[in-house]
Protein backbone atom coordinates (compact mmCIF):
# COMPACT_ATOMS: atom_id res chain seq x y z
CA UNK A 1 0.00 0.00 0.00
CA UNK A 2 1.46 3.52 -0.86
CA UNK A 3 2.30 5.69 2.26
CA UNK A 4 0.52 8.72 2.16
CA UNK A 5 1.36 12.31 3.67
CA UNK A 6 0.93 13.45 7.03
CA UNK A 7 -1.39 16.68 7.16
CA UNK A 8 -2.92 18.20 10.10
CA UNK A 9 -6.60 16.92 11.58
CA UNK A 10 -9.55 18.97 11.65
CA UNK A 11 -12.25 16.20 11.17
CA UNK A 12 -12.49 12.69 13.39
CA UNK A 13 -9.95 11.12 15.76
CA UNK A 14 -6.80 11.12 14.88
CA UNK A 15 -5.13 8.27 12.92
CA UNK A 16 -0.97 8.35 13.05
CA UNK A 17 -0.40 7.05 10.63
CA UNK A 18 -1.71 10.47 8.40
CA UNK A 19 -2.08 12.94 10.82
CA UNK A 20 0.42 14.62 13.12
CA UNK A 21 0.08 13.49 16.51
CA UNK A 22 0.15 14.29 19.99
CA UNK A 23 1.03 11.13 22.47
CA UNK A 24 -2.29 10.68 24.73
CA UNK A 25 0.06 10.80 27.60
CA UNK A 26 0.84 14.49 26.67
CA UNK A 27 -2.59 15.23 27.40
CA UNK A 28 -3.45 14.11 30.06
CA UNK A 29 -1.85 12.99 34.13
CA UNK A 30 -1.30 9.48 33.06
CA UNK A 31 -0.33 8.56 36.55
CA UNK A 32 -3.98 10.26 37.87
CA UNK A 33 -5.76 8.18 35.16
CA UNK A 34 -3.72 4.85 35.71
CA UNK A 35 -4.33 5.24 39.75
CA UNK A 36 -8.27 5.63 39.23
CA UNK A 37 -8.38 2.56 36.98
CA UNK A 38 -6.11 0.29 39.74
CA UNK A 39 -8.18 1.76 42.72
CA UNK A 40 -11.99 0.64 40.73
CA UNK A 41 -13.48 4.09 40.07
CA UNK A 42 -15.37 5.26 37.39
CA UNK A 43 -15.10 8.79 36.48
CA UNK A 44 -15.86 11.19 33.63
CA UNK A 45 -13.97 12.92 31.33
CA UNK A 46 -15.30 15.96 29.70
CA UNK A 47 -13.98 18.80 27.35
CA UNK A 48 -15.66 20.90 24.58
CA UNK A 49 -16.05 19.60 21.43
CA UNK A 50 -13.19 19.17 18.74
CA UNK A 51 -10.54 18.99 21.25
CA UNK A 52 -9.12 15.26 20.53
CA UNK A 53 -11.55 12.86 23.29
CA UNK A 54 -12.13 10.65 20.95
CA UNK A 55 -8.88 10.20 19.55
CA UNK A 56 -7.31 10.25 23.67
CA UNK A 57 -10.22 7.30 24.26
CA UNK A 58 -9.00 5.31 21.39
CA UNK A 59 -5.59 5.57 22.25
CA UNK A 60 -5.95 5.16 25.87
CA UNK A 61 -7.74 1.66 24.86
CA UNK A 62 -5.03 0.42 22.79
CA UNK A 63 -2.22 1.37 25.34
CA UNK A 64 -4.09 -0.46 28.05
CA UNK A 65 -4.75 -3.45 26.16
CA UNK A 66 -0.98 -3.62 25.18
CA UNK A 67 0.31 -3.44 28.68
CA UNK A 68 -2.14 -6.75 29.18
CA UNK A 69 -3.30 -5.36 32.96
CA UNK A 70 -6.69 -5.23 31.88
CA UNK A 71 -9.35 -5.65 29.03
CA UNK A 72 -10.52 -2.15 27.31
CA UNK A 73 -12.82 -1.58 24.95
CA UNK A 74 -13.88 2.02 23.37
CA UNK A 75 -17.72 2.41 22.30
CA UNK A 76 -19.52 5.19 21.31
CA UNK A 77 -22.92 5.72 22.14
CA UNK A 78 -24.12 8.99 19.89
CA UNK A 79 -26.38 6.27 17.61
CA UNK A 80 -29.08 5.83 20.67
CA UNK A 81 -29.79 9.58 21.22
CA UNK A 82 -32.18 8.98 18.39
CA UNK A 83 -34.59 6.78 20.70
CA UNK A 84 -34.86 9.96 22.69
CA UNK A 85 -36.95 8.58 25.66
CA UNK A 86 -37.60 5.01 24.38
CA UNK A 87 -34.92 3.41 27.08
CA UNK A 88 -35.54 -0.23 25.30
CA UNK A 89 -34.51 1.28 21.99
CA UNK A 90 -31.41 3.28 23.15
CA UNK A 91 -30.20 0.53 25.45
CA UNK A 92 -30.67 -1.88 22.52
CA UNK A 93 -28.20 0.50 20.31
CA UNK A 94 -26.44 1.06 22.88
CA UNK A 95 -25.08 -2.73 23.51
CA UNK A 96 -25.41 -3.15 19.75
CA UNK A 97 -22.71 -0.94 19.99
CA UNK A 98 -20.90 -2.30 22.17
CA UNK A 99 -21.08 -5.71 20.30
CA UNK A 100 -19.87 -4.33 17.36
CA UNK A 101 -16.65 -2.96 19.14
CA UNK A 102 -15.88 -6.03 20.78
CA UNK A 103 -16.10 -7.37 16.88
CA UNK A 104 -13.98 -4.94 15.89
CA UNK A 105 -11.32 -3.53 18.66
CA UNK A 106 -11.31 -7.31 20.22
CA UNK A 107 -11.67 -9.77 17.13
CA UNK A 108 -14.44 -11.13 19.65
CA UNK A 109 -17.34 -12.49 17.55
CA UNK A 110 -18.24 -14.85 20.40
CA UNK A 111 -18.58 -12.39 22.92
CA UNK A 112 -20.47 -10.48 20.20
CA UNK A 113 -22.55 -13.25 19.02
CA UNK A 114 -23.73 -13.61 22.42
CA UNK A 115 -24.65 -10.19 23.00
CA UNK A 116 -26.89 -9.76 19.77
CA UNK A 117 -28.62 -13.11 20.89
CA UNK A 118 -28.93 -11.87 24.32
CA UNK A 119 -30.90 -8.71 23.15
CA UNK A 120 -33.67 -11.20 21.96
CA UNK A 121 -34.64 -12.46 25.07
CA UNK A 122 -34.00 -10.28 27.94
CA UNK A 123 -35.91 -6.86 28.89
CA UNK A 124 -33.79 -4.37 27.12
CA UNK A 125 -34.18 -1.96 29.71
CA UNK A 126 -31.71 -3.56 31.52
CA UNK A 127 -29.97 -4.69 28.90
CA UNK A 128 -26.45 -2.61 29.54
CA UNK A 129 -26.39 -3.67 33.26
CA UNK A 130 -26.95 -7.40 32.07
CA UNK A 131 -24.03 -7.58 29.53
CA UNK A 132 -21.89 -5.65 31.49
CA UNK A 133 -22.32 -8.45 34.17
CA UNK A 134 -22.05 -11.17 31.71
CA UNK A 135 -18.37 -9.57 29.79
CA UNK A 136 -16.87 -8.88 33.42
CA UNK A 137 -17.57 -12.20 34.09
CA UNK A 138 -16.52 -14.12 31.29
CA UNK A 139 -13.86 -11.75 30.64
CA UNK A 140 -10.19 -12.97 31.23
CA UNK A 141 -8.84 -9.72 32.61
CA UNK A 142 -11.08 -6.94 34.26
CA UNK A 143 -12.25 -4.94 31.92
CA UNK A 144 -12.40 -1.11 31.10
CA UNK A 145 -14.77 0.52 28.83
CA UNK A 146 -14.90 4.12 27.95
CA UNK A 147 -18.39 4.77 26.90
CA UNK A 148 -18.43 8.01 24.15
CA UNK A 149 -21.05 10.79 23.58
CA UNK A 150 -22.63 9.83 27.01
CA UNK A 151 -24.49 13.32 27.11
CA UNK A 152 -25.71 13.01 23.29
CA UNK A 153 -28.73 10.95 24.76
CA UNK A 154 -31.56 12.46 26.20
CA UNK A 155 -33.78 11.81 28.82
CA UNK A 156 -34.78 8.70 30.18
CA UNK A 157 -32.65 7.26 27.96
CA UNK A 158 -29.64 8.90 29.70
CA UNK A 159 -31.46 8.00 33.01
CA UNK A 160 -31.43 4.68 32.52
CA UNK A 161 -27.79 4.39 31.17
CA UNK A 162 -26.26 6.15 34.03
CA UNK A 163 -28.54 4.22 36.60
CA UNK A 164 -27.81 0.83 35.35
CA UNK A 165 -24.02 1.57 35.40
CA UNK A 166 -24.90 2.65 39.35
CA UNK A 167 -26.43 -0.39 40.09
CA UNK A 168 -23.86 -3.09 38.85
CA UNK A 169 -21.36 -0.94 40.87
CA UNK A 170 -20.98 -2.58 43.35
CA UNK A 171 -20.34 -5.85 41.74
CA UNK A 172 -16.90 -4.57 40.32
CA UNK A 173 -14.27 -6.09 39.52
CA UNK A 174 -15.82 -9.82 38.99
CA UNK A 175 -19.11 -9.02 37.62
CA UNK A 176 -18.44 -5.48 36.39
CA UNK A 177 -16.06 -3.86 34.68
CA UNK A 178 -13.26 -2.43 37.15
CA UNK A 179 -13.23 1.28 35.99
CA UNK A 180 -15.54 3.05 33.77
CA UNK A 181 -14.65 6.37 31.49
CA UNK A 182 -18.05 8.11 30.58
CA UNK A 183 -17.04 11.08 28.36
CA UNK A 184 -18.67 14.01 27.08
CA UNK A 185 -18.82 18.02 26.39
CA UNK A 186 -20.03 18.55 30.20
CA UNK A 187 -19.34 16.83 33.39
CA UNK A 188 -22.23 14.67 34.58
CA UNK A 189 -22.81 17.28 36.98
CA UNK A 190 -24.32 19.76 34.26
CA UNK A 191 -26.63 17.42 33.08
CA UNK A 192 -30.19 18.65 33.03
CA UNK A 193 -32.61 15.75 32.41
CA UNK A 194 -35.93 16.32 31.10
CA UNK A 195 -37.71 12.84 31.83
CA UNK A 196 -41.10 12.07 29.27
CA UNK A 197 -43.13 12.87 32.24
CA UNK A 198 -41.56 15.83 32.89
CA UNK A 199 -40.08 15.74 35.87
CA UNK A 200 -36.11 17.45 35.76
CA UNK A 201 -33.67 15.14 37.11
CA UNK A 202 -29.67 16.20 37.27
CA UNK A 203 -26.82 14.22 36.31
CA UNK A 204 -25.44 14.22 39.80
CA UNK A 205 -28.25 12.56 41.04
CA UNK A 206 -28.63 10.01 38.82
CA UNK A 207 -24.88 9.05 39.01
CA UNK A 208 -23.39 9.81 42.01
CA UNK A 209 -20.97 6.86 42.23
CA UNK A 210 -18.27 9.10 39.92
CA UNK A 211 -15.12 9.83 41.99
CA UNK A 212 -13.83 12.30 40.08
CA UNK A 213 -14.35 14.64 36.82
CA UNK A 214 -11.32 15.05 34.20
CA UNK A 215 -11.66 18.07 31.81
CA UNK A 216 -9.26 17.44 28.86
CA UNK A 217 -7.04 20.52 28.65
CA UNK A 218 -6.12 22.36 25.26
CA UNK A 219 -2.70 21.75 23.73
CA UNK A 220 0.07 23.71 25.58
CA UNK A 221 2.82 25.81 23.59
CA UNK A 222 5.21 23.03 23.47
CA UNK A 223 2.36 21.21 21.86
CA UNK A 224 1.73 23.40 19.78
CA UNK A 225 5.30 24.05 18.66
CA UNK A 226 5.76 19.91 18.56
CA UNK A 227 2.55 19.88 16.32
CA UNK A 228 4.51 22.18 13.82
CA UNK A 229 7.68 20.09 13.74
CA UNK A 230 6.46 17.45 13.10
CA UNK A 231 5.73 19.22 9.82
CA UNK A 232 8.84 20.87 9.30
CA UNK A 233 10.37 17.26 9.90
CA UNK A 234 8.05 15.61 7.61
CA UNK A 235 7.91 18.23 4.48
CA UNK A 236 11.16 20.32 5.17
CA UNK A 237 8.85 23.45 5.01
CA UNK A 238 9.61 25.60 8.34
CA UNK A 239 8.07 28.24 10.49
CA UNK A 240 9.29 31.98 10.69
CA UNK A 241 9.97 33.42 13.83
CA UNK A 242 6.50 34.72 15.61
CA UNK A 243 4.64 32.11 13.99
CA UNK A 244 4.11 30.34 17.08
CA UNK A 245 3.54 33.12 19.48
CA UNK A 246 0.80 34.16 16.76
CA UNK A 247 -0.70 30.56 16.51
CA UNK A 248 -0.72 30.98 20.80
CA UNK A 249 -2.11 34.06 20.60
CA UNK A 250 -4.89 33.21 18.08
CA UNK A 251 -6.15 30.30 19.64
CA UNK A 252 -4.35 29.69 23.52
CA UNK A 253 -4.05 25.99 22.44
CA UNK A 254 -7.36 25.01 21.18
CA UNK A 255 -6.74 21.81 19.39
CA UNK A 256 -9.21 22.64 16.40
CA UNK A 257 -8.16 25.73 15.94
CA UNK A 258 -4.63 24.78 16.06
CA UNK A 259 -4.81 22.13 13.53
CA UNK A 260 -7.06 24.00 11.35
CA UNK A 261 -5.17 27.32 11.02
CA UNK A 262 -2.14 25.18 10.81
CA UNK A 263 -4.34 22.98 7.69
CA UNK A 264 -5.34 26.57 6.17
CA UNK A 265 -1.91 27.64 6.00
CA UNK A 266 -0.12 24.51 4.95
CA UNK A 267 -1.89 22.26 2.70
CA UNK A 268 -5.40 24.68 1.87
CA UNK A 269 -4.07 26.45 -1.17
CA UNK A 270 -1.70 25.36 -4.31
CA UNK A 271 0.79 28.33 -4.20
CA UNK A 272 1.17 27.20 -0.15
CA UNK A 273 2.49 23.55 -1.37
CA UNK A 274 6.36 25.17 -2.27
CA UNK A 275 7.75 23.63 1.17
CA UNK A 276 10.74 26.02 0.09
CA UNK A 277 9.11 28.82 1.10
CA UNK A 278 8.73 29.09 5.02
CA UNK A 279 5.12 29.79 6.64
CA UNK A 280 4.83 33.24 7.56
CA UNK A 281 3.28 35.28 10.57
CA UNK A 282 1.12 37.44 7.72
CA UNK A 283 0.32 33.98 6.28
CA UNK A 284 -1.19 33.20 9.25
CA UNK A 285 -3.13 36.36 9.84
CA UNK A 286 -4.71 35.26 6.33
CA UNK A 287 -5.31 32.00 7.23
CA UNK A 288 -7.06 33.27 10.56
CA UNK A 289 -9.54 35.70 8.44
CA UNK A 290 -10.45 32.54 5.87
CA UNK A 291 -11.03 30.40 8.49
CA UNK A 292 -13.11 32.95 10.16
CA UNK A 293 -15.41 34.25 7.43
CA UNK A 294 -15.51 30.50 6.21
CA UNK A 295 -17.83 29.70 8.90
CA UNK A 296 -16.81 26.06 9.35
CA UNK A 297 -18.15 23.42 11.57
CA UNK A 298 -16.48 23.70 14.67
CA UNK A 299 -17.56 27.63 14.31
CA UNK A 300 -20.99 26.93 13.48
CA UNK A 301 -21.66 25.14 16.94
CA UNK A 302 -19.79 27.66 18.82
CA UNK A 303 -21.81 30.35 17.87
CA UNK A 304 -25.44 28.22 18.48
CA UNK A 305 -24.33 28.36 21.98
CA UNK A 306 -24.67 31.67 21.98
CA UNK A 307 -28.77 31.65 21.98
CA UNK A 308 -28.73 29.88 25.11
CA UNK A 309 -30.05 31.45 27.99
CA UNK A 310 -26.95 30.14 30.43
CA UNK A 311 -24.21 31.67 27.73
CA UNK A 312 -25.78 35.02 27.43
CA UNK A 313 -25.94 35.86 30.96
CA UNK A 314 -21.80 35.58 30.66
CA UNK A 315 -20.92 36.53 27.83
CA UNK A 316 -22.67 40.00 27.11
CA UNK A 317 -21.27 41.73 29.92
CA UNK A 318 -17.90 40.91 28.49
CA UNK A 319 -19.17 42.35 24.75
CA UNK A 320 -20.55 45.44 27.28
CA UNK A 321 -17.03 45.88 29.16
CA UNK A 322 -18.87 45.64 32.06
CA UNK A 323 -18.94 43.37 35.58
CA UNK A 324 -20.80 40.03 36.14
CA UNK A 325 -23.68 40.83 37.87
CA UNK A 326 -23.95 38.99 40.76
CA UNK A 327 -27.12 37.12 40.08
CA UNK A 328 -25.49 34.62 37.69
CA UNK A 329 -24.83 31.47 38.94
CA UNK A 330 -21.66 29.45 39.34
CA UNK A 331 -22.79 26.97 37.06
CA UNK A 332 -23.52 28.85 34.41
CA UNK A 333 -19.96 30.00 34.61
CA UNK A 334 -18.54 27.04 34.70
CA UNK A 335 -21.08 25.74 32.00
CA UNK A 336 -19.01 28.66 29.71
CA UNK A 337 -15.62 27.34 30.74
CA UNK A 338 -16.37 23.60 30.08
CA UNK A 339 -18.09 24.72 26.45
CA UNK A 340 -14.51 26.05 26.09
CA UNK A 341 -15.81 29.31 25.46
CA UNK A 342 -15.07 31.08 28.53
CA UNK A 343 -11.57 30.63 30.41
CA UNK A 344 -10.65 31.57 33.56
CA UNK A 345 -7.28 33.40 33.79
CA UNK A 346 -5.37 35.20 36.25
CA UNK A 347 -8.64 34.86 38.46
CA UNK A 348 -10.32 36.50 35.45
CA UNK A 349 -12.95 35.18 33.19
CA UNK A 350 -12.06 36.03 29.99
CA UNK A 351 -12.97 34.78 26.13
CA UNK A 352 -11.08 31.26 25.65
CA UNK A 353 -8.69 32.76 22.77
CA UNK A 354 -8.69 35.59 20.44
CA UNK A 355 -10.30 34.01 17.34
CA UNK A 356 -13.17 33.38 19.42
CA UNK A 357 -13.18 37.12 20.40
CA UNK A 358 -13.23 37.57 16.75
CA UNK A 359 -16.37 34.95 15.98
CA UNK A 360 -18.76 36.25 18.69
CA UNK A 361 -19.61 39.77 17.26
CA UNK A 362 -19.29 38.98 14.21
CA UNK A 363 -21.78 35.57 14.60
CA UNK A 364 -24.23 37.89 16.38
CA UNK A 365 -24.55 40.63 14.15
CA UNK A 366 -24.01 38.50 10.73
CA UNK A 367 -27.59 39.27 9.72
CA UNK A 368 -27.66 42.95 10.66
CA UNK A 369 -24.48 42.89 7.99
CA UNK A 370 -26.88 41.32 5.27
CA UNK A 371 -29.20 44.11 6.36
CA UNK A 372 -26.91 46.91 5.95
CA UNK A 373 -26.93 46.02 2.38
CA UNK A 374 -27.47 49.67 0.12
CA UNK A 375 -26.97 51.51 3.94
CA UNK A 376 -23.24 51.26 4.13
CA UNK A 377 -21.29 49.76 1.30
CA UNK A 378 -17.28 50.04 0.94
CA UNK A 379 -16.76 52.43 -1.79
CA UNK A 380 -18.70 55.56 -0.41
CA UNK A 381 -15.81 55.44 2.53
CA UNK A 382 -12.73 55.00 0.68
CA UNK A 383 -10.90 58.26 -0.82
CA UNK A 384 -9.07 58.34 -4.06
CA UNK A 385 -5.52 57.91 -1.89
CA UNK A 386 -6.93 54.59 -1.37
CA UNK A 387 -7.85 55.96 2.42
CA UNK A 388 -10.69 54.87 4.65
CA UNK A 389 -12.67 58.59 5.41
CA UNK A 390 -13.27 58.26 8.74
CA UNK A 391 -14.95 61.35 9.55
CA UNK A 392 -17.46 60.22 6.51
CA UNK A 393 -17.70 56.24 8.13
CA UNK A 394 -18.56 57.59 11.66
CA UNK A 395 -20.79 60.38 10.99
CA UNK A 396 -23.12 57.87 8.75
CA UNK A 397 -22.98 55.21 11.52
CA UNK A 398 -24.50 58.40 13.77
CA UNK A 399 -26.83 59.41 11.29
CA UNK A 400 -27.92 55.83 10.83
CA UNK A 401 -27.86 54.81 14.37
CA UNK A 402 -30.07 57.79 15.45
CA UNK A 403 -32.84 56.62 12.60
CA UNK A 404 -32.52 53.16 13.21
CA UNK A 405 -30.97 52.69 16.76
CA UNK A 406 -34.55 52.06 18.67
CA UNK A 407 -35.89 49.07 15.88
CA UNK A 408 -32.68 47.36 15.13
CA UNK A 409 -31.78 46.56 18.96
CA UNK A 410 -34.48 44.93 19.45
CA UNK A 411 -33.77 42.26 17.16
CA UNK A 412 -30.86 41.39 19.39
CA UNK A 413 -31.32 38.85 21.84
CA UNK A 414 -28.06 40.36 23.26
CA UNK A 415 -30.26 44.17 23.47
CA UNK A 416 -27.35 45.55 26.13
CA UNK A 417 -24.58 45.15 24.22
CA UNK A 418 -26.46 46.40 21.46
CA UNK A 419 -25.32 49.79 20.44
CA UNK A 420 -21.50 48.40 20.81
CA UNK A 421 -22.67 45.22 18.46
CA UNK A 422 -24.81 47.44 16.05
CA UNK A 423 -21.41 49.63 15.66
CA UNK A 424 -19.69 46.31 14.97
CA UNK A 425 -21.81 45.09 12.39
CA UNK A 426 -21.54 48.54 10.03
CA UNK A 427 -17.99 48.74 10.67
CA UNK A 428 -17.40 45.07 9.45
CA UNK A 429 -19.61 45.43 6.70
CA UNK A 430 -17.31 48.28 5.08
CA UNK A 431 -14.47 46.87 5.80
CA UNK A 432 -15.40 43.18 4.96
CA UNK A 433 -12.54 41.88 2.08
CA UNK A 434 -10.52 45.60 2.17
CA UNK A 435 -9.15 45.53 6.13
CA UNK A 436 -8.75 44.14 9.64
CA UNK A 437 -10.53 44.85 12.98
CA UNK A 438 -9.19 43.40 16.28
CA UNK A 439 -11.16 43.46 19.08
CA UNK A 440 -10.59 43.38 22.83
CA UNK A 441 -13.72 43.53 25.37
CA UNK A 442 -14.05 41.63 28.62
CA UNK A 443 -15.33 41.80 32.29
CA UNK A 444 -15.24 45.15 33.60
CA UNK A 445 -12.97 46.81 31.06
CA UNK A 446 -15.35 49.15 31.25
CA UNK A 447 -15.24 49.52 27.16
CA UNK A 448 -15.03 47.38 23.87
CA UNK A 449 -11.44 48.81 21.89
CA UNK A 450 -11.36 48.31 18.60
CA UNK A 451 -8.28 48.20 15.92
CA UNK A 452 -8.90 49.23 12.36
CA UNK A 453 -5.92 48.05 9.89
CA UNK A 454 -6.65 49.35 6.46
CA UNK A 455 -3.86 48.14 3.43
CA UNK A 456 -3.11 51.41 1.46
CA UNK A 457 -1.30 49.69 -1.47
CA UNK A 458 -1.68 46.71 -3.78
CA UNK A 459 0.84 44.78 -1.30
CA UNK A 460 -1.84 44.50 1.54
CA UNK A 461 -1.09 43.73 4.83
CA UNK A 462 2.84 43.86 4.03
CA UNK A 463 2.53 47.32 3.02
CA UNK A 464 1.85 50.45 4.87
CA UNK A 465 -1.50 50.65 6.54
CA UNK A 466 -4.02 52.93 7.72
CA UNK A 467 -4.38 52.67 11.45
CA UNK A 468 -7.34 53.72 13.56
CA UNK A 469 -8.64 52.95 17.16
CA UNK A 470 -11.92 52.84 18.09
CA UNK A 471 -13.38 53.02 21.75
CA UNK A 472 -16.63 52.11 22.63
CA UNK A 473 -18.35 53.30 26.03
CA UNK A 474 -21.59 53.21 27.74
CA UNK A 475 -22.46 56.28 29.58
CA UNK A 476 -23.15 55.35 32.57
CA UNK A 477 -22.54 58.40 35.11
CA UNK A 478 -22.41 62.10 33.93
CA UNK A 479 -20.74 63.06 30.78
CA UNK A 480 -17.78 64.74 31.71
CA UNK A 481 -16.75 61.54 33.96
CA UNK A 482 -17.25 59.03 30.92
CA UNK A 483 -14.84 61.31 28.82
CA UNK A 484 -12.85 61.83 30.78
CA UNK A 485 -12.50 58.27 31.40
CA UNK A 486 -13.08 57.85 27.51
CA UNK A 487 -9.93 60.01 26.68
CA UNK A 488 -7.23 58.83 28.98
CA UNK A 489 -8.45 55.01 27.59
CA UNK A 490 -8.28 55.88 24.01
CA UNK A 491 -5.33 58.04 23.95
CA UNK A 492 -3.38 55.52 25.79
CA UNK A 493 -4.93 52.33 23.64
CA UNK A 494 -3.81 54.44 20.43
CA UNK A 495 -0.13 54.77 21.92
CA UNK A 496 0.24 51.10 22.70
CA UNK A 497 -1.46 50.29 18.82
CA UNK A 498 0.28 52.51 16.86
CA UNK A 499 -2.63 54.20 15.06
CA UNK A 500 -2.37 57.25 13.79
CA UNK A 501 -5.91 58.38 14.48
CA UNK A 502 -8.49 58.30 17.36
CA UNK A 503 -12.00 57.88 17.92
CA UNK A 504 -13.90 57.82 20.91
CA UNK A 505 -17.81 56.72 20.69
CA UNK A 506 -19.87 57.34 23.40
CA UNK A 507 -23.63 55.89 23.46
CA UNK A 508 -26.09 57.63 26.18
CA UNK A 509 -28.56 55.07 26.92
CA UNK A 510 -31.42 57.37 28.70
CA UNK A 511 -34.28 57.52 26.70
CA UNK A 512 -35.48 60.89 28.38
CA UNK A 513 -32.23 62.50 26.86
CA UNK A 514 -33.32 64.21 23.51
CA UNK A 515 -31.44 62.88 20.18
CA UNK A 516 -30.23 66.38 19.58
CA UNK A 517 -28.35 66.37 22.85
CA UNK A 518 -27.22 62.62 22.47
CA UNK A 519 -25.35 63.27 18.50
CA UNK A 520 -22.35 65.50 19.20
CA UNK A 521 -18.71 65.65 17.36
CA UNK A 522 -15.60 67.00 19.32
CA UNK A 523 -12.58 67.19 18.99
CA UNK A 524 -10.28 66.52 22.45
CA UNK A 525 -6.65 66.61 23.10
CA UNK A 526 -4.94 63.87 25.62
CA UNK A 527 -1.49 63.74 26.31
CA UNK A 528 -1.09 64.88 23.21
CA UNK A 529 -3.09 62.92 21.44
CA UNK A 530 -5.98 64.07 19.41
CA UNK A 531 -8.95 62.20 19.76
CA UNK A 532 -12.31 62.00 17.57
CA UNK A 533 -15.65 62.06 19.89
CA UNK A 534 -19.08 60.83 18.67
CA UNK A 535 -21.95 61.44 21.09
CA UNK A 536 -24.75 58.72 20.34
Given at each position: ?PS???F???A?P????I?YT????QRV ?5 S ?5 RK ?8 Q??K?SL???L ?8 H??A??V ?14 A???I?G????A ?10 AD?TR??L??V ?9 LEH??R ?14 AL ?5 I??L????A ?5 P?A ?12 V?D??I ?13 F????ES??L???TQ??V?E ?8 T?Q?FE ?7 W??TQ?Q?W ?10 FRK???L???Q???V ?7 E ?5 R??H?D????KLREDR?R??V??M?Q ?6 D?PE????YC ?6 A????QLQ??NR???E?LPRE???I????L????EQP??V ?5 LD????LG???QF?R ?5 W?E???Y?E??P?LLL???L?R?VN?G ?16 F??W ?11 Q??V?E??I?H?G ?6 AGLE?T??Y????G?ESA?L??F?RN????WD??L???T?T?GG?V??V??M
Amino acid sequence: MPSMDKFFNTAGPNQPDIHYTLRPVQRVDWPELSSLMAARKYFILHAPRQTGKTSLLINLMHHLNAEGHYRALYVNVEAAQAARNDVAAAMGAIVGAMASAASYYWKDDALADWTRERLKSVDRQDALRLTLEHWSRVSPKPLVVCLDEVDALVGDALISLLRQIRAGYAQRPEAFPQSMVLCGVRDVRDYRIHRSDGEIITGGSAFNIKSESIRLGDFTQGDVAELLQQHTDATGQTFEAGVLDEIWADTQGQPWLVNALAYEACFRKTGQLDRSQPVTVELMRQSRERLILRRDTHLDQLADKLREDRVRRVVQPMLQGEELPVDVPEDDRQYCIDLGLIARRDRQLQVANRIYREVLPRELTSIVQDSLQGKAEQPWFVLPDRRLDMDKLLGAFQQFFRENAQSWLERYAYKEAGPQLLLQAFLQRVVNGGGRIAREYGLGRGRTDLFLQWPLTEQGFTGPMQQVVLELKIQHKGRAATLAAGLEQTARYADQCGAESAHLLIFDRNPATPWDDKLYRQTHTHGGRVVEVWGM
